[in-house]
C-alpha cells in the first residue's frame, strides 16, 4: 500500500473546504437547533424540579391539615364525650331524686295507710266492745262514757 503526499494533501484540503461551506451555510442553523434543544431540555429539568418542589410542599401542606383535622376531631370527640357523660349524670341524678322522692311518698303514704287501718280497727274494736258489753251487763250505759272507758282500754293494751 502506497500514500500519496499530494492525495492526502488534497483531501485535507476538500474536507476543510467543506466544513467552511457547511459552517458557512449550515452552522448557525445547525447550533441554533442544538442550542434550542439544549434549552429546552434545561427548561423541562427546571420545570420537572419546581414541581417536585411544589409537589413536596403540597404534600407537606396536606399532612399538616390532616393533622389539625385529626386534632380538631379528637377535640370535637372529647367534647362531645363530656357533654354526654354531663347529660348521663344528669339523668342519673335526676332518676334518683326521682326515685327519692317516690320512696318517701310511699313512706308517707304507708304512714297515713297504718294509722287509717289502726283508727279503723280501733273504732270497730270498741263498736265490738260496746255489743258485747251491753249484752254482758245488759243495761246501757251513756254510750259517751262506754267510749271513753273503752278507748283508755285499748292505749293500754296498745
Sequence with gaps: MHIEI??????IINFIILLLILRHFFWDKFKATIDERQK???????SA??????????????????????EE??????????????IYNEIV???RAESESIRNK????????????????????????IAVSKKALNESL???????????FIDEVV
Aim: hydrophobic fraction near 35%; glycine fraction near 4%; charge should be neutral.
Design 49 to 70: 424540579d419546581n414541581k417536585v418542589k411544589e409537589a413536596e410542599e403540597l404534600r407537606f401542606k396536606n399532612e399538616e391539615l390532616l393533622k389539625a383535622a385529626n
Design 73 to 86: 376531631g379528637k377535640k370535637i370527640t372529647e367534647a362531645r364525650k363530656k357533654q354526654a357523660e354531663k
Design 6 to 11: 499530494s492525495q492526502v494533501c488534497m483531501t
Design 40 to 46: 429546552g431540555i434545561l427548561n423541562k429539568i427546571t
Design 93 to 95: 341524678e335526676g332518676a
Design 106 to 129: 310511699a313512706s308517707l303514704e304507708i304512714v297515713r295507710e297504718r294509722e287509717k287501718a289502726e283508727f279503723e280497727i280501733k273504732e270497730q274494736v270498741i263498736s265490738l266492745a
Design 142 to 152: 251513756n254510750e259517751e262514757e262506754h267510749r271513753k272507758l273503752i278507748n283508755s
